[in-house]
């Protein structure tokens, strides 16, 4: 059986946690909300993944902090967040901060959240019914290719 934990912080309408809800009621993995831990022992996990809001174009600094300080060298990492407007750059910082760490990145999804952030406030914000039900089997989907490219791995690693 594959160890998984997701390190997340979700603030603004909880999008993110959603998600993660979501793929806990699929899947048994460890949640570990990276506003209220500053730090974990990830060593016994086999798959870590670290899911976000965006904030400034990138995951919450309280989630690539947690990465920097907490991640053990060579694991396997995915990342997931919610946002706006989709950009896969958002990921561009988190995806530095694993690499200096040696990690295998196994895939990323983003969809959008429901965002009252600055001027959006104004008009009752945007995407307000995301992330939806479809957006979370989505999510579900994107967790189930990620155990199943770890599975192959392994297989193929014996």
């Known amino acids: 059986m594959i160890n998984i934990a997701i390190v997340y912080t979700s603030l603004h309408h909880k999008n993110t ?3 993660i809800n979501g793929i806990k009621n ?3 993995i460890t949640l570990i909300d990276a506003s ?30 947690f990465l920097n300080n907490n991640l053990p060298e060579n694991k396997k990492v995915f990342f997931i967040y919610t946002c706006a407007k989709d950009n896969p750059r958002f990921t561009d910082s ?3 901060a694993s690499s ?14 429901y965002n009252t952030y600055g ?4 008009i009752g914000g945007i995407n307000r019914t995301h992330p939806d ?11 189930t290719s990620v155990i199943e490219k770890m599975n192959c791995q392994t297989k193929c690693n014996t």
């Open 36 to 65: 209220a831990n500053k730090k974990a022992d990830l060593n016994n996990y086999d798959i870590i993944g670290f899911a976000s809001g965006i904030e400034y174009g990138k995951f919450y600094n309280c989630v690539e902090k």
């Open 26 to 28: 699929r899947y048994d």
């Open 100 to 113: 200096k760490k040696k990690a295998t990145i196994l895939g990323q999804f983003g969809c959008k959240g």
């Open 119 to 122: 001027p959006l406030k104004l």
């Open 17 to 19: 946690e959603r998600l």
């Open 133 to 143: 039900d479809t957006d979370v089997k989505q999510a579900i989907t994107f967790i």
């Open 94 to 96: 988190i995806k530095n």
